[in-house]
């Protein structure tokens, strides 16, 4: 049994145990995502908390220390290491890429964003160069016990 503590209730899920070697079928798989959801949903407060603080001591320590090594900040019971800054590339002159690579090239290289797209490119104009097709379906997890 799976006991999953959320703020101040307990819920408990009976847990779908399935051995390495078999297959689940639909209904284990089924009832195998309704328990992780149940577990993703216990613990994602705590996980955007954790992106937060990661977030903010890494934009905190940025200007410290020497750019191409590890920097360690201790705190009362735990150390974060920050690892050396990485070198950023960009793409400053797409004129110069063009003249450099030619056009062929360029254009096997190039990429537009399709929100890029929508700002300077009528719709009516779009389905000239556009294909359209279906996406996969979405699916949401409904943890209700079903009986």
Do not use: C
Request: zero cysteines; hydrophobic letters at 40%.
């Amino acid at each position: 049994m799976l006991v999953i503590k959320q703020k101040s209730e307990v819920q408990a899920v009976p847990e779908v145990v399935v051995k390495a070697h078999e297959k689940m079928d639909t209904r284990q798989k089924i009832d195998r995502l309704g328990e992780l959801k149940l577990v993703i949903d216990a613990v994602n407060p705590s996980v955007k908390e954790y992106d937060k603080l990661k977030k903010e001591l890494t934009l905190e320590y940025k200007e410290e220390g020497d750019v191409d090594s590890e920097l360690e900040v201790m705190g009362n019971a735990f150390k974060i290491v920050l690892g050396s800054r990485p070198n950023q590339r960009a793409v400053t002159d797409l004129y110069g890429l063009f003249e450099i690579v030619g056009e062929e090239l360029f254009m096997k290289m190039v990429t537009v964003g399709l929100t890029e797209l929508d700002k300077y490119v009528a719709k009516s104009e779009q389905e000239k160069i556009l294909t359209w097709s279906r996406g996969n379906r979405s699916l949401k997890t409904v943890t209700s016990v079903v009986g």
